[in-house]
Protein backbone atom coordinates (compact mmCIF):
# COMPACT_ATOMS: atom_id res chain seq x y z
CA UNK A 1 0.00 0.00 0.00
CA UNK A 2 2.78 2.54 1.01
CA UNK A 3 4.42 1.39 -2.30
CA UNK A 4 1.52 2.30 -4.13
CA UNK A 5 0.57 5.34 -3.04
CA UNK A 6 4.13 6.53 -3.30
CA UNK A 7 3.90 5.80 -7.02
CA UNK A 8 0.93 7.74 -7.25
CA UNK A 9 2.21 10.73 -5.23
CA UNK A 10 5.16 10.72 -7.66
CA UNK A 11 3.38 10.21 -10.95
CA UNK A 12 0.89 13.31 -9.63
CA UNK A 13 4.37 15.27 -9.18
CA UNK A 14 5.68 14.62 -12.66
CA UNK A 15 2.17 16.23 -13.96
CA UNK A 16 2.79 19.15 -12.05
CA UNK A 17 6.27 19.52 -12.85
CA UNK A 18 5.46 19.18 -16.66
CA UNK A 19 2.23 21.17 -16.63
CA UNK A 20 3.61 24.41 -14.54
CA UNK A 21 7.37 23.94 -13.61
CA UNK A 22 8.92 23.38 -17.43
CA UNK A 23 7.84 24.38 -20.73
CA UNK A 24 6.82 27.12 -22.47
CA UNK A 25 5.63 29.55 -20.04
CA UNK A 26 3.47 31.22 -22.54
CA UNK A 27 1.96 28.27 -23.08
CA UNK A 28 1.86 27.15 -19.06
CA UNK A 29 0.18 30.37 -18.36
CA UNK A 30 -2.83 29.82 -20.81
CA UNK A 31 -2.94 26.03 -19.80
CA UNK A 32 -3.49 27.16 -16.23
CA UNK A 33 -5.08 31.04 -16.79
CA UNK A 34 -7.88 29.58 -19.80
CA UNK A 35 -10.05 27.38 -17.12
CA UNK A 36 -9.36 30.35 -14.00
CA UNK A 37 -10.60 32.93 -16.68
CA UNK A 38 -13.47 30.87 -17.62
CA UNK A 39 -14.29 29.90 -13.55
CA UNK A 40 -13.99 33.98 -13.27
CA UNK A 41 -16.15 34.85 -15.93
CA UNK A 42 -18.83 32.37 -14.79
CA UNK A 43 -18.51 33.67 -11.18
CA UNK A 44 -18.48 37.80 -12.53
CA UNK A 45 -22.00 36.80 -14.70
CA UNK A 46 -23.15 34.81 -11.61
CA UNK A 47 -23.36 38.08 -10.12
CA UNK A 48 -24.16 39.82 -13.17
CA UNK A 49 -27.19 37.87 -13.64
CA UNK A 50 -28.82 39.25 -10.20
CA UNK A 51 -28.71 42.75 -11.80
CA UNK A 52 -29.83 41.76 -15.30
CA UNK A 53 -32.49 39.90 -14.61
CA UNK A 54 -33.39 42.07 -11.51
CA UNK A 55 -34.39 45.03 -14.21
CA UNK A 56 -36.34 43.14 -16.02
CA UNK A 57 -38.78 42.78 -13.31
CA UNK A 58 -38.36 45.43 -10.78
CA UNK A 59 -37.74 48.86 -10.54
CA UNK A 60 -34.80 51.42 -10.06
CA UNK A 61 -35.32 50.42 -6.27
CA UNK A 62 -34.80 46.87 -6.69
CA UNK A 63 -31.77 47.39 -9.01
CA UNK A 64 -30.73 49.21 -6.53
CA UNK A 65 -30.87 47.10 -3.73
CA UNK A 66 -29.39 43.90 -5.48
CA UNK A 67 -26.47 46.52 -6.66
CA UNK A 68 -26.07 47.25 -3.11
CA UNK A 69 -26.08 44.14 -1.33
CA UNK A 70 -24.11 42.24 -3.99
CA UNK A 71 -21.64 45.03 -3.10
CA UNK A 72 -21.65 43.91 0.38
CA UNK A 73 -21.41 40.29 -0.42
CA UNK A 74 -18.44 40.71 -2.76
CA UNK A 75 -16.50 42.24 -0.38
CA UNK A 76 -16.74 38.96 1.84
CA UNK A 77 -16.48 36.95 -0.88
CA UNK A 78 -13.05 38.69 -2.04
CA UNK A 79 -12.00 38.81 2.03
CA UNK A 80 -12.35 34.45 1.85
CA UNK A 81 -10.62 34.44 -1.40
CA UNK A 82 -7.98 36.75 0.17
CA UNK A 83 -7.31 34.62 2.95
CA UNK A 84 -7.52 31.79 1.10
CA UNK A 85 -4.29 33.03 -1.18
CA UNK A 86 -2.32 31.61 1.61
CA UNK A 87 -3.46 28.20 1.30
CA UNK A 88 -2.79 28.27 -2.37
CA UNK A 89 0.50 29.77 -2.05
CA UNK A 90 1.41 26.63 0.53
CA UNK A 91 -0.09 24.38 -1.51
CA UNK A 92 1.83 25.21 -4.68
CA UNK A 93 5.05 25.37 -2.85
CA UNK A 94 4.78 21.89 -1.21
CA UNK A 95 3.70 20.22 -4.71
CA UNK A 96 6.58 22.12 -6.68
CA UNK A 97 9.03 20.92 -3.53
CA UNK A 98 7.03 17.27 -4.52
CA UNK A 99 6.19 17.45 -0.49
CA UNK A 100 2.44 16.09 -0.74
CA UNK A 101 2.69 15.51 3.23
CA UNK A 102 3.41 19.41 3.40
CA UNK A 103 0.36 19.88 1.67
CA UNK A 104 -2.21 17.85 3.03
CA UNK A 105 -1.45 19.27 6.08
CA UNK A 106 -1.83 22.81 4.67
CA UNK A 107 -5.22 21.79 3.64
CA UNK A 108 -6.43 20.11 6.92
CA UNK A 109 -5.76 23.11 8.91
CA UNK A 110 -7.45 25.62 5.66
CA UNK A 111 -10.48 23.62 6.40
CA UNK A 112 -11.06 23.86 9.85
CA UNK A 113 -9.78 27.64 10.49
CA UNK A 114 -11.92 28.74 7.14
CA UNK A 115 -15.61 27.04 8.38
CA UNK A 116 -14.96 28.25 11.59
CA UNK A 117 -14.53 31.04 10.49
CA UNK A 118 -17.33 30.69 7.35
CA UNK A 119 -19.74 30.22 11.38
CA UNK A 120 -18.35 33.37 13.03
CA UNK A 121 -19.02 35.13 9.98
CA UNK A 122 -22.51 33.88 9.46
CA UNK A 123 -23.63 34.87 13.06
CA UNK A 124 -21.89 37.88 13.78
CA UNK A 125 -23.16 39.53 10.50
CA UNK A 126 -27.17 38.56 10.59
CA UNK A 127 -26.82 40.58 13.62
CA UNK A 128 -25.51 43.75 11.94
CA UNK A 129 -27.53 43.75 9.07
CA UNK A 130 -29.64 47.23 9.11
CA UNK A 131 -26.78 49.11 10.59
CA UNK A 132 -24.49 47.68 7.72
CA UNK A 133 -27.32 49.04 5.66
CA UNK A 134 -27.61 52.02 6.96
CA UNK A 135 -23.87 52.71 6.72
CA UNK A 136 -23.79 52.80 3.30
CA UNK A 137 -26.78 54.87 3.10
CA UNK A 138 -28.85 52.77 0.74
CA UNK A 139 -31.62 55.07 -0.73
CA UNK A 140 -34.66 54.67 1.29
CA UNK A 141 -36.80 52.93 -1.60
CA UNK A 142 -33.99 50.28 -1.40
CA UNK A 143 -33.64 49.61 2.16
CA UNK A 144 -35.90 47.10 2.55
CA UNK A 145 -35.01 44.83 -0.22
CA UNK A 146 -31.16 45.38 0.65
CA UNK A 147 -32.15 44.05 4.10
CA UNK A 148 -33.98 41.19 2.79
CA UNK A 149 -31.07 40.16 0.07
CA UNK A 150 -28.05 40.45 2.85
CA UNK A 151 -30.45 37.99 5.03
CA UNK A 152 -30.46 35.52 3.04
CA UNK A 153 -26.96 35.81 1.32
CA UNK A 154 -25.15 36.13 5.11
CA UNK A 155 -27.36 32.55 6.11
CA UNK A 156 -25.28 31.16 3.04
CA UNK A 157 -21.90 32.18 4.17
CA UNK A 158 -20.76 28.69 5.10
CA UNK A 159 -21.65 27.36 1.31
CA UNK A 160 -19.65 30.50 -0.08
CA UNK A 161 -16.73 29.84 1.94
CA UNK A 162 -16.31 26.11 1.33
CA UNK A 163 -16.80 27.14 -2.50
CA UNK A 164 -13.68 29.23 -2.31
CA UNK A 165 -11.40 26.94 -0.15
CA UNK A 166 -12.48 24.65 -2.42
CA UNK A 167 -11.26 26.17 -5.10
CA UNK A 168 -7.91 27.39 -3.87
CA UNK A 169 -6.97 23.94 -2.83
CA UNK A 170 -7.63 22.49 -6.56
CA UNK A 171 -5.63 25.93 -7.65
CA UNK A 172 -2.65 25.09 -5.30
CA UNK A 173 -2.14 21.11 -7.20
CA UNK A 174 -2.20 23.10 -10.15
CA UNK A 175 -5.87 22.52 -11.26
CA UNK A 176 -7.54 24.91 -12.58
CA UNK A 177 -10.21 23.51 -14.60
CA UNK A 178 -12.30 21.59 -11.70
CA UNK A 179 -13.20 24.84 -9.76
CA UNK A 180 -14.50 26.15 -13.53
CA UNK A 181 -16.53 23.06 -13.75
CA UNK A 182 -18.10 24.06 -9.87
CA UNK A 183 -18.77 27.36 -10.75
CA UNK A 184 -20.45 26.97 -14.06
CA UNK A 185 -23.03 24.52 -12.47
CA UNK A 186 -23.98 27.49 -9.73
CA UNK A 187 -23.77 29.83 -12.42
CA UNK A 188 -26.58 28.03 -14.59
CA UNK A 189 -28.48 27.24 -11.49
CA UNK A 190 -28.39 31.00 -10.36
CA UNK A 191 -29.78 31.97 -13.56
CA UNK A 192 -32.78 29.57 -13.55
CA UNK A 193 -33.32 29.91 -10.11
CA UNK A 194 -33.29 34.00 -10.45
CA UNK A 195 -35.75 33.89 -13.33
CA UNK A 196 -38.02 31.68 -11.09
CA UNK A 197 -37.85 33.75 -8.12
CA UNK A 198 -37.90 37.10 -9.17
CA UNK A 199 -39.79 36.16 -12.59
CA UNK A 200 -42.45 33.44 -11.39
CA UNK A 201 -42.77 34.36 -8.00
CA UNK A 202 -42.06 37.79 -7.75
CA UNK A 203 -39.46 38.00 -4.86
CA UNK A 204 -37.80 40.94 -5.90
CA UNK A 205 -34.17 41.55 -4.55
CA UNK A 206 -34.85 38.45 -1.76
CA UNK A 207 -35.38 35.69 -4.78
CA UNK A 208 -31.88 37.06 -6.23
CA UNK A 209 -30.05 36.12 -3.04
CA UNK A 210 -32.05 33.17 -2.44
CA UNK A 211 -31.15 31.80 -6.23
CA UNK A 212 -27.40 32.93 -5.37
CA UNK A 213 -27.84 31.06 -2.15
CA UNK A 214 -29.23 27.75 -3.34
CA UNK A 215 -26.97 27.88 -6.44
CA UNK A 216 -23.90 27.91 -4.48
CA UNK A 217 -25.03 25.40 -2.20
CA UNK A 218 -25.41 23.30 -5.50
CA UNK A 219 -21.98 24.40 -6.32
CA UNK A 220 -20.55 23.35 -3.06
CA UNK A 221 -22.18 19.67 -2.74
CA UNK A 222 -20.77 18.96 -6.87
CA UNK A 223 -17.55 19.99 -5.72
CA UNK A 224 -17.04 17.36 -2.68
CA UNK A 225 -19.01 14.98 -4.81
CA UNK A 226 -16.04 15.29 -7.18
CA UNK A 227 -13.17 15.67 -4.25
CA UNK A 228 -14.34 12.02 -3.22
CA UNK A 229 -14.07 10.32 -6.69
CA UNK A 230 -10.94 12.97 -8.15
CA UNK A 231 -7.25 11.52 -7.89
CA UNK A 232 -4.70 13.96 -6.63
CA UNK A 233 -2.43 12.46 -4.88
CA UNK A 234 -3.55 14.22 -1.50
CA UNK A 235 -4.26 11.57 1.29
CA UNK A 236 -5.65 13.55 4.20
CA UNK A 237 -6.23 11.61 7.41
CA UNK A 238 -7.22 12.48 10.88
CA UNK A 239 -3.91 14.31 12.21
CA UNK A 240 -4.27 16.43 8.85
CA UNK A 241 -6.97 18.63 10.48
CA UNK A 242 -5.48 18.89 14.14
CA UNK A 243 -4.25 22.46 14.20
CA UNK A 244 -1.11 23.23 14.14
CA UNK A 245 0.01 27.21 15.00
CA UNK A 246 2.76 27.04 12.83
CA UNK A 247 1.41 26.02 9.48
CA UNK A 248 -1.47 28.22 10.13
CA UNK A 249 0.61 31.21 10.90
CA UNK A 250 1.92 30.81 7.67
CA UNK A 251 -1.36 30.71 6.03
CA UNK A 252 -2.56 33.82 7.78
CA UNK A 253 1.23 35.41 6.99
CA UNK A 254 0.41 35.99 3.46
CA UNK A 255 -3.24 35.52 3.30
CA UNK A 256 -4.16 37.78 6.06
CA UNK A 257 -2.52 41.17 4.01
CA UNK A 258 -3.96 39.70 1.06
CA UNK A 259 -7.55 39.42 2.35
CA UNK A 260 -7.37 43.48 4.01
CA UNK A 261 -6.17 44.74 0.79
CA UNK A 262 -8.65 43.16 -1.20
CA UNK A 263 -11.27 44.27 1.33
CA UNK A 264 -9.84 47.86 1.76
CA UNK A 265 -10.27 47.90 -1.99
CA UNK A 266 -13.68 46.67 -1.46
CA UNK A 267 -14.66 49.14 1.14
CA UNK A 268 -13.17 51.78 -1.30
CA UNK A 269 -15.83 50.59 -3.76
CA UNK A 270 -18.65 51.07 -1.32
CA UNK A 271 -17.50 54.64 0.02
CA UNK A 272 -17.75 55.52 -3.77
CA UNK A 273 -21.02 53.59 -3.69
CA UNK A 274 -22.37 55.65 -0.83
CA UNK A 275 -21.26 58.80 -2.37
CA UNK A 276 -23.59 58.07 -5.16
CA UNK A 277 -25.97 57.03 -3.06
CA UNK A 278 -26.02 60.31 -1.77
CA UNK A 279 -26.01 61.98 -4.93
CA UNK A 280 -29.56 60.24 -5.78
CA UNK A 281 -31.30 57.17 -6.71
CA UNK A 282 -29.85 57.65 -10.61
CA UNK A 283 -26.78 57.86 -9.90
CA UNK A 284 -26.68 54.77 -7.22
CA UNK A 285 -28.26 52.46 -9.81
CA UNK A 286 -25.79 53.63 -12.51
CA UNK A 287 -22.46 53.27 -10.05
CA UNK A 288 -24.36 49.72 -9.17
CA UNK A 289 -24.44 48.80 -12.80
CA UNK A 290 -21.15 50.11 -13.86
CA UNK A 291 -19.50 47.77 -10.87
CA UNK A 292 -20.93 44.82 -12.49
CA UNK A 293 -19.91 45.50 -15.61
CA UNK A 294 -16.14 46.65 -14.57
CA UNK A 295 -16.41 43.23 -12.53
CA UNK A 296 -16.29 41.12 -15.88
CA UNK A 297 -14.10 43.20 -17.38
CA UNK A 298 -11.50 42.72 -14.86
CA UNK A 299 -11.80 38.75 -15.60
CA UNK A 300 -8.34 38.66 -17.17
CA UNK A 301 -6.03 41.02 -15.14
CA UNK A 302 -8.11 39.07 -11.70
CA UNK A 303 -7.29 35.48 -13.80
CA UNK A 304 -3.75 36.57 -14.09
CA UNK A 305 -3.08 37.64 -10.36
CA UNK A 306 -4.08 34.02 -9.48
CA UNK A 307 -1.75 32.48 -12.05
CA UNK A 308 1.04 34.65 -11.66
CA UNK A 309 0.86 33.64 -7.79
CA UNK A 310 0.04 30.17 -8.37
CA UNK A 311 2.38 29.13 -11.46
CA UNK A 312 4.99 31.49 -9.65
CA UNK A 313 4.64 29.62 -6.08
CA UNK A 314 5.25 25.79 -7.76
CA UNK A 315 8.24 27.53 -9.69
CA UNK A 316 9.43 28.29 -6.10
CA UNK A 317 9.08 25.44 -4.45
CA UNK A 318 11.02 23.48 -7.55
CA UNK A 319 13.95 25.85 -7.25
CA UNK A 320 13.16 28.16 -10.32
CA UNK A 321 13.20 31.58 -9.22
CA UNK A 322 14.00 32.95 -12.96
CA UNK A 323 10.73 31.47 -14.16
CA UNK A 324 8.32 32.61 -11.96
CA UNK A 325 9.88 36.46 -12.83
CA UNK A 326 9.45 35.51 -16.67
CA UNK A 327 5.88 34.62 -15.57
CA UNK A 328 5.20 38.06 -13.99
CA UNK A 329 6.24 39.32 -17.57
CA UNK A 330 4.26 37.40 -19.71
CA UNK A 331 1.14 37.80 -17.98
CA UNK A 332 1.81 41.65 -17.35
CA UNK A 333 1.87 42.08 -21.51
CA UNK A 334 -1.18 40.10 -21.91
CA UNK A 335 -3.22 41.65 -19.44
CA UNK A 336 -1.92 45.48 -20.97
CA UNK A 337 -2.69 44.42 -24.81
CA UNK A 338 -6.14 43.00 -23.01
CA UNK A 339 -7.15 46.52 -21.32
CA UNK A 340 -5.91 48.79 -24.92
CA UNK A 341 -8.24 46.78 -26.67
CA UNK A 342 -11.15 46.56 -23.91
CA UNK A 343 -10.83 50.22 -23.48
CA UNK A 344 -11.03 51.25 -27.29
CA UNK A 345 -14.45 49.35 -27.68
CA UNK A 346 -15.81 50.10 -24.32
CA UNK A 347 -15.30 54.14 -25.25
CA UNK A 348 -17.64 53.88 -27.98
CA UNK A 349 -20.75 51.42 -27.03
CA UNK A 350 -20.63 52.74 -23.24
CA UNK A 351 -24.57 53.54 -23.96
CA UNK A 352 -25.30 50.29 -25.38
CA UNK A 353 -23.35 48.68 -22.10
CA UNK A 354 -25.40 50.21 -19.40
CA UNK A 355 -28.56 49.94 -21.65
CA UNK A 356 -28.29 45.84 -21.25
CA UNK A 357 -29.22 46.10 -17.39
CA UNK A 358 -31.54 49.07 -17.48
CA UNK A 359 -33.74 50.89 -19.99
CA UNK A 360 -34.29 54.17 -17.77
CA UNK A 361 -32.95 57.02 -20.01
CA UNK A 362 -31.27 59.24 -16.82
CA UNK A 363 -29.37 55.78 -15.28
CA UNK A 364 -27.81 54.96 -19.17
CA UNK A 365 -26.97 58.52 -19.06
CA UNK A 366 -24.66 58.74 -15.84
CA UNK A 367 -23.73 55.14 -16.12
CA UNK A 368 -22.34 55.71 -19.64
CA UNK A 369 -19.88 58.59 -18.24
CA UNK A 370 -19.03 57.20 -15.13
CA UNK A 371 -18.07 53.83 -17.31
CA UNK A 372 -15.84 55.96 -19.76
CA UNK A 373 -13.71 57.32 -16.97
CA UNK A 374 -13.55 53.76 -14.93
CA UNK A 375 -12.45 51.79 -18.24
CA UNK A 376 -9.26 53.44 -18.20
CA UNK A 377 -8.15 51.82 -15.25
CA UNK A 378 -8.34 48.16 -17.43
CA UNK A 379 -5.04 49.14 -18.54
CA UNK A 380 -3.32 49.75 -15.74
CA UNK A 381 -4.53 47.86 -12.72
CA UNK A 382 -3.70 44.43 -14.61
CA UNK A 383 -0.18 45.65 -14.14
CA UNK A 384 -0.48 45.58 -10.21
CA UNK A 385 -2.78 43.08 -10.30
CA UNK A 386 0.20 40.55 -11.44
CA UNK A 387 2.83 42.10 -9.09
CA UNK A 388 0.64 41.37 -6.40
CA UNK A 389 0.17 37.74 -7.49
CA UNK A 390 4.33 37.42 -8.10
CA UNK A 391 4.74 39.41 -3.73
CA UNK A 392 2.24 37.12 -2.96
CA UNK A 393 4.18 33.89 -4.44
CA UNK A 394 7.52 35.00 -2.25
CA UNK A 395 5.38 35.40 0.67
CA UNK A 396 5.88 39.19 0.57
CA UNK A 397 1.51 40.20 0.44
CA UNK A 398 2.15 43.06 2.89
CA UNK A 399 3.79 45.03 -0.93
CA UNK A 400 0.31 44.62 -1.98
CA UNK A 401 -1.53 45.89 0.72
CA UNK A 402 1.07 48.64 1.09
CA UNK A 403 0.42 49.85 -3.00
CA UNK A 404 -3.34 49.08 -2.49
CA UNK A 405 -4.23 51.23 0.90
CA UNK A 406 -1.49 54.29 -0.39
CA UNK A 407 -3.74 54.46 -4.01
CA UNK A 408 -7.19 54.55 -2.34
CA UNK A 409 -6.65 56.41 0.78
CA UNK A 410 -4.34 59.31 -1.39
CA UNK A 411 -6.28 58.98 -5.06
CA UNK A 412 -9.52 56.87 -5.57
CA UNK A 413 -11.83 57.89 -2.23
CA UNK A 414 -10.69 61.43 -2.33
CA UNK A 415 -10.66 61.72 -6.35
CA UNK A 416 -14.36 60.15 -6.16
CA UNK A 417 -15.65 62.57 -3.32
CA UNK A 418 -14.17 65.82 -5.16
CA UNK A 419 -15.16 64.90 -8.52
CA UNK A 420 -19.04 63.98 -7.55
CA UNK A 421 -19.23 68.02 -5.49
CA UNK A 422 -17.08 69.85 -8.28
CA UNK A 423 -18.45 67.96 -11.62
CA UNK A 424 -21.97 67.45 -13.19
CA UNK A 425 -20.99 64.60 -15.48
CA UNK A 426 -19.92 61.18 -13.82
CA UNK A 427 -17.00 60.71 -16.33
CA UNK A 428 -14.27 62.74 -13.97
CA UNK A 429 -15.63 60.38 -10.61
CA UNK A 430 -14.62 57.27 -13.00
CA UNK A 431 -11.30 58.34 -13.84
CA UNK A 432 -10.32 58.11 -10.14
CA UNK A 433 -9.92 54.42 -10.28
CA UNK A 434 -7.03 54.36 -13.34
CA UNK A 435 -5.40 57.41 -11.61
CA UNK A 436 -5.11 55.47 -8.14
CA UNK A 437 -3.87 51.87 -10.41
CA UNK A 438 -1.37 54.11 -11.89
CA UNK A 439 0.21 55.14 -8.29
CA UNK A 440 -0.15 51.53 -7.46
CA UNK A 441 1.95 50.69 -10.41
CA UNK A 442 4.73 53.27 -9.12
CA UNK A 443 4.91 51.70 -6.20
CA UNK A 444 5.53 48.11 -7.38
CA UNK A 445 7.51 49.23 -10.00
CA UNK A 446 10.00 50.35 -7.30
CA UNK A 447 9.32 47.93 -4.63
CA UNK A 448 10.50 45.18 -7.18
CA UNK A 449 13.64 46.99 -8.56
CA UNK A 450 14.46 47.59 -5.17
CA UNK A 451 14.08 44.06 -4.00
CA UNK A 452 15.95 42.66 -7.03
CA UNK A 453 18.64 44.85 -6.58
CA UNK A 454 19.73 44.05 -2.95
CA UNK A 455 18.66 40.16 -3.13
CA UNK A 456 15.81 40.02 -1.44
CA UNK A 457 13.76 38.16 -3.68
CA UNK A 458 14.01 35.08 -1.91
CA UNK A 459 12.27 32.33 -0.68
CA UNK A 460 10.96 31.93 2.57
CA UNK A 461 10.15 27.82 2.33
CA UNK A 462 10.26 27.72 6.61
Known sequence: MIRQTTRLESDQDMTMEKNLTSGSVGKTIAYFALPYLLSYFLQTLYGMADLFIAGQFVGVDGITAVANGSQVMHMLTVIIVGLAMGTTVLTGRAVGAKNMKDASVVIGNTVVLFMSLSVLFMIGLLCVVRP???????????????????????????????????????????????????????????????????????????????????????????????????????????????????????????????????????????????????????????VGVVEKVIG??????????????????????????????QTLRYATMITSIYGVIVTGIVLFTAEWVVGAFTKDAAVILLGSQYLRGYIWDSIVAGVHFCFTGFFCAYGKSYIGFVHNITSILLVRIPGAYFASKFFITMLPMGLAAPAGSMLSVVICVIAYTWMKRHGRLEVEMA
Open 132 to 286: IVALIGVPTEAVEGTVAYLIICFVGIPFITAYNIISSIFRGLGDSKSPMYFIAIACVANIVLDYVFMGVCKLGPAGAALGTTLAQTLSVVIALISIRKKDTGIQLKKEHFRLDRQVLARILEIGVPVAVQDGCIQVAFIVITVIANHMGLDEAAA
Open 296 to 325: AIFIVPSSMMATVSALSAQNIGAGKPERAA
